[in-house]
């Protein structure tokens, strides 16, 4: 077998993926040439990094969120041609860019002066399947950053956009295939065109893998955050200015509240994000010199200073005593909202420096909460995400084998579900079809199976932190009797499959905790 990966650490796989990797190794003997090869694939993939999606409709702002969580600004945010294809932000000692070819040759080239993926690839761009670059990271370690095409398009309401949106025209096969691998994904929504964002959702659903994209391991974020105002649009009826002093955030909140009911099937939350600010202040790029013109905009008239505060045009007249060129820095790393904010901040206390600016616009971007969910959402699940994923990958591949491979992969994937310790991939086969509604449950039923699929330890899983061992064992047995009374009264067939296995779930660990407080 070809050896795993191993320009990553392992910090991804755990006990779970251990297990998968382990019944792979052994049906594999078994198989002819092509199914064993497509279950070193699967191997391979368990012992790399998590794969993360950032997707969502053209011009929403993937490749900046994608720059922020790298904390460099290393994908381009502006129309060039590696915008429309997929480029995996991958862990590498060696800063490095590499153009896979469709027939599966790779070219080499450097990142640009500027530090950023190239924009002019040195190969025609139809011959190209992905790109990957390599780049020292810490996310990166565990993760891979999938930088993806805009789905839907930027022509609202033309025949093109329709078609666009039946999926015909959006991916072609290599993106489709690099996208499909998506372990996670971040959904980068926005206030315009919500109707897009959420065809845009769908067709990236049915690009992945079922389980690439649940509440289970998929997020939205509320993009461009700094331009959401309240009252333009059905928001909720926040009623509170967009430019309110105290809460800039708040008329975005209030979107993103609705945004996460609507969605509450695909996603598990939806953040709102100051992309724009987050990628400046993460990526370094606020200066010295931008505190100093912000400090310029601060001393001017206060008649003249809301003026510039109208548009990025009026921000950018030339009759105004702030260079034109510090001014398009600004405009360019922060926007008129933001540098608004900025500008606030200087007005309360003049001395700031670059350094503490930086530190408050990343605090009012909300990008702490992205970097959270991320981090304890996914990659800190990705044993379970991966397992799961990786059982899927052996279901279709069973499904798409002939005999007598096929019936050798099933085979294989049922001893691996007998195994009481696999119980826990049947439990997040089932949180993903409880919250994606698949399987419908009454709400606070559906957010006990994901917690107790997803949860890493016994206390986590019960929702009791800080429980002895003991009360933890009455908890996870009082919860096994109420799934298997759930089970046999009053639930659908769907909804009672769903109730054993997590009856069972719940058994087996009541009596892990019994053993464990026994020894
Ligand atoms: N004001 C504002 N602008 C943003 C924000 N996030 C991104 N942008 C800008 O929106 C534009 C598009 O951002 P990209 O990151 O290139 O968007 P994308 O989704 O990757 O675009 P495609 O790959 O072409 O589909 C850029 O000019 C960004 O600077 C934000 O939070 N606020
Ligand atoms: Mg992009």
Redesign the pocket.
Known sequence: MTPPDTTTDAGAVGPLCRLVAAVCTSMRTNLSGPAAEAVDDVVRRIFGPLQLAVA?R???????VVNALIGRRVSP???REC?RLVTRFRYGTVDRVEVVRLDGSRAQLPYDADGMVPADLHVQVDDVAFIDAYLTSALLRDVTVIDT??LGSVDSGSVTRTRALLGAEDLDEASRAAIASAEAVVF?LTQAARADDVEALAIFRAATTRQASSPINAVGVL?????ITAGSDDDGGAGVPATGADDPMAAARSLARAQAIALQHRVSDVLP?????AETAEAGLFTEADADALRQIAALDAAEREVLFYSADLFLRPDVDVPLTARTRLLERL?VEAIRHGVGMLAVDDRLQAGELRRRLAAISGFGAVRDAVDSEFRRRADAIKANVALASLESLAGASPEPDSNRIRDGIESLLQRPEAHRLRLVEAASLVASATVPLPEDLAREVARFAVGRTAADQLGRPGASADELAAAALAAARRWRSFASFGSTPAQSRVAHTVHRGYFLLWQELQSATRS
């Open positions: 969502g053209i011009k929403s702002g993937k490749s900046t945010t502006d129309v915008t095409p805009g980068v993009n461009k955050a700094d331009q994000l100051m992309g724009l600010v926007d």
